[in-house]
């Protein structure tokens, strides 16, 4: 079963670092496109970053030059890397797999908090 689990939250300064990892894929590491989603409480969520099943990757503008979206094969995780955070960053992170006929994203995480401060 595809039970994605996020990783690397906390709390971190602004100009700081984190990375967030995502596990739990099973079968369809190498068969879905993959992102990274936040959401703020009374907000809307945000996609974040995507890697697309033809490998391509896009970003939101707002982390663009500071976010690196990148999957790892060998230990078959999904990760963020977060550079130059924000306070704007605070969020829920979440990751997810698998876009169905509507556009949404079919499996998700428990999310993992960032605060920037």
């Known amino acids: 079963d595809v039970q994605l689990v996020e990783s690397g939250g906390g709390s971190v300064q602004a100009g700081g670092s984190l990375k967030l990892s995502c596990s739990g894929f099973?079968?369809?590491?190498?068969?879905?496109?993959m992102g990274w989603y936040r959401q703020v409480p009374g907000r809307e969520r945000e996609e974040v970053a995507l890697?697309?099943?033809?490998?391509?990757?896009s970003y939101a503008d707002s982390v663009k030059g500071r976010f690196i979206i990148s999957k790892d094969n060998d230990k078959r995780t999904l990760d963020l890397q977060m550079n130059d955070l924000k306070t704007e960053d605070t969020a829920s992170y979440y990751c997810?797999?698998?876009?169905?006929?509507?556009?949404?994203?079919?499996?998700w995480g428990q999310g993992t908090q960032v605060t920037v401060s």
């Open positions: 997810a797999t698998c876009r169905v006929v509507d556009g949404s994203m079919r499996h």
């Open positions: 099973a079968y369809v590491f190498t068969m879905c496109e």
């Open positions: 890697i697309r099943y033809n490998r391509s990757i």
